[in-house]
Every structure is written in structure tokens, then in C-alpha cells.
Nanobody, 114 residues
């Protein structure tokens, strides 16, 4: 199993980023997926989750209305579109397999700063 996140970077407050997570080593279309994040000195937290058929099943209150999770089962990829970014969104973002939470990628750093 491999999860490879990308798309992070430095962005000003109010900006947008689109994160991608390419999965391999398992039948991607058969599993619910989630995005998590971990800010410095804080616990890793759930950002959003998506069912295997593409329905949003979890969403942190702090990102509602700003972030959208989606997936393309043909590309084995889950996305996180992040709009109206705030400094408190600064964190390393990870994707995860709901039924196999022991697998983590290297994450992608998102820094929101002016």
C-alpha cells in the first residue's frame, strides 16, 4: 500500500490550493478515504472523509464551506480543494484509508501566511 500526497505549498490568506493523494497497492474504489492534518504541536485531526462512491461522509466544522473532498476512482486519486485558506489551516496534510488507518503517506505541507 502506498499513499502519495502532493499539492501543498505557501499561500496567502484567502488563497486556494488543491491537494492530491495517489493511492496504490489496494483496490482504491472499494474503500472510503479521508484527509487528515497535523499542525505543529497539535494532534492529527480529521479534515474530511469520502465514501467509496464519492459521497462526503465526514467534515470538520472548521473547514465546512471552504474545503471540498472528491475522488476519481479511475485515477486512484482523492483530492482536497481548499478555498478561503486561513493561517490556522497551516499543517501537514495526509490522506488515509478508513478501513486501514495504519497506512500513511509522507504528507504535504500547507502554509498559509502573508
Amino acid at each position: 500500500v502506498q499513499l502519495v500526497e502532493s499539492g501543498g505549498g505557501l499561500v496567502q490568506p484567502g488563497g486556494s490550493l488543491r491537494l492530491s493523494c495517489v493511492a496504490s497497492g489496494f483496490t482504491f474504489s472499494g474503500y472510503d478515504m479521508s484527509w487528515y492534518r497535523q499542525a505543529p504541536g497539535k494532534e492529527r485531526e480529521l479534515v474530511a472523509g469520502i465514501s467509496r462512491l464519492g459521497r462526503t461522509i465526514n467534515e470538520a466544522d472548521s473547514v465546512k464551506g471552504r474545503f471540498t473532498i472528491s475522488r476519481d476512482n479511475a485515477k486512484n486519486t482523492v483530492y482536497l480543494q481548499m478555498n478561503s485558506l486561513k493561517p490556522e489551516d497551516t499543517a501537514v496534510y495526509y490522506c488515509n484509508i478508513d478501513a486501514a488507518p495504519e497506512y500513511w503517506g509522507q504528507g504535504t505541507q500547507v502554509t498559509v501566511s502573508s
